[in-house]
């Protein structure tokens, strides 16, 4: 009985909580996560974080040829975006930067990227500039093998173009384990929160707006 009576004080102190912290509306700076970094964009250009002074920014990692968890986090990130109102999208932007700069070139993220939504910034180049940022958000990556899985022999959401149907054969790539996390900008480019594809959407977009109207 005492244990029931625990579990909806327990629940009762949660929601309220919950309450109160949105009653407060702020997110704290994450110190020691995150910061300017410079790439290249999925057309090609150099980019840096600061382009995006302004926005409310969420950042994820990825590659192209993951099977499973980047289009699922893409398809959340794509729901997530469509959840703004089009006044708030011009004020947000969805940045996912590929850990397999080598293979995953700017034209073939931009295709891959656009399967989702064609506004989504798509971010590649040297892997020195990919590990530095990987570095910044304290993320992590491991190639789970070395250059030689047959890519025809994956499921992939866009597989890469080429000129004929042998050279199609001979494309091969690694395989890596990453980390998932959703990091959370606001306009200066401060980390504000880390989310994940399991936070309601309801939850995740409501801090995106709070950091738009910051």
Same mark, same amino acid.
């Given at each position: 009985?005492?244990?029931?009576?625990?579990?909806?004080?327990?629940?009762?102190?949660?929601?309220?909580?919950?309450?109160?912290?949105?009653?407060?509306?702020?997110?704290?700076?994450?110190?020691?996560?995150?910061?300017?970094?410079?790439a290249?964009?999925?057309?090609?250009?150099?980019?840096?974080?600061?382009?995006?002074?302004?926005?409310?920014v969420?950042?994820?990692?990825?590659?192209?040829?993951?099977?499973?968890?980047?289009?699922?986090?893409?398809?959340?990130?794509?729901? #997530?975006?469509?959840?703004?109102?089009?006044?708030? =999208?011009? @004020? $947000?932007?969805?940045v996912?930067? %590929?850990?397999?700069?080598?293979?995953?070139?700017?034209?073939?993220?931009?295709?891959?990227?656009?399967?989702?939504?064609?506004?989504?910034?798509?971010?590649?180049?040297?892997?020195?500039?990919?590990?530095?940022?990987?570095s910044?958000?304290?993320?992590?990556?491991?190639?789970?093998?070395?250059?030689g899985v047959p890519?025809?022999?994956?499921?992939?959401v866009?597989?890469? #173009?080429?000129?004929?149907?042998?050279?199609?054969? =001979?494309? @091969? $790539?690694?395989?890596?384990?990453? %980390?998932?996390?959703?990091?959370?900008?606001?306009?200066?480019?401060?980390?504000?929160?880390?989310?994940?594809t399991?936070?309601?959407?309801?939850?995740?977009?409501?801090?995106?707006?709070?950091?738009?109207?910051?």
């Open positions: 009985m005492l244990n029931k009576i625990f579990t909806f004080v327990f629940i009762a102190l949660l929601s309220h909580s919950n309450f109160i912290y949105a009653e407060n509306e702020t997110l704290p700076i994450l110190s020691g996560v995150g910061g300017n970094f410079s290249i964009d999925a057309d090609g250009n150099a980019f840096e974080l600061k382009d995006l002074s302004g926005k409310v969420v950042i994820a990692f990825g590659y192209t040829n993951c099977a499973d968890i980047c289009p699922f986090t893409l398809g959340y990130l794509k729901r #997530l975006y469509n959840a703004l109102s089009a006044d708030e =999208q011009k @004020k $947000a932007r969805i996912f930067v %590929t850990i397999d700069p080598e293979y995953d070139t700017p034209g073939h993220l931009k295709a891959f990227i656009g399967h989702f939504n064609k506004d989504f910034i798509g971010l590649s180049g040297t892997q020195q500039q990919i590990d530095y940022i990987v910044l958000y304290q993320a992590e990556y491991n190639q789970l093998s070395v250059l890519t025809q022999n994956m499921r992939r866009n597989p890469k #173009l080429f000129a004929d149907a042998e050279e199609a054969k =001979q494309d @091969k $790539a690694s395989l890596y384990s990453h %980390t998932v996390t959703l990091y959370l900008l606001d306009k200066d480019g401060l980390t504000r929160s880390l989310e994940y399991g936070t309601p959407l309801e939850e995740f977009a409501g801090k995106m707006q709070l950091l738009i109207n910051e």
